[in-house]
């Protein structure tokens, strides 16, 4: 019905890949436990994923990104810049801005993201 132009700076991997996050150190060095999720979508902006985790925007978190098995996990740092809570569940969604990351995954993750363009 209508055709809209892609808005998105980076294009973006719809592969699930597992990543591990925790919140970045507070000012007493203390931090917590990793968590593990899927994320469902990646680009050299940022991810996406869904966690039960109740974590508020603005949070900056350590990531490792399970990208390749050829790869070891790309580490990186990212700040939440959206959530939104599921009708009648626990889970939230959560958009990830990265902050901190190489130029060499963000070539990665666009050569990758061009591969799999449709």
């Given at each position: 019905?209508?055709?809209?132009?892609?808005?998105?700076k980076?294009?973006?991997?719809?592969?699930?890949?597992i990543t591990r996050f925790r919140v970045n150190?507070?000012?007493?060095?203390?931090?917590?436990?990793w968590d593990m999720v899927a994320i469902v979508n990646l680009s050299a902006g940022g991810i996406f994923f869904y966690t039960v985790e109740k974590l508020?925007?603005?949070?900056i978190l350590?990531?490792?990104?399970?990208f390749s098995y050829t790869h070891p996990s790309m580490i990186c740092i990212g700040r939440i810049i959206r959530a939104k809570q599921h009708l009648d569940?626990?889970?939230?969604g959560f958009a990830i801005q990265f902050t901190?990351?190489?130029?060499?995954?963000?070539?990665l993750i666009n050569d990758?993201?061009?591969?799999?363009i449709k």
């Open positions: 019905m209508y055709k809209l132009s892609e808005q998105r980076h294009a973006r991997i719809t592969n699930p890949y150190s507070n000012e007493n060095m203390i931090y917590k436990d508020q925007v603005g949070t350590d990531l490792k990104i399970g569940t626990s889970i939230i901190e990351i190489d130029k060499h995954v963000i070539e990758t993201a061009k591969k799999n």
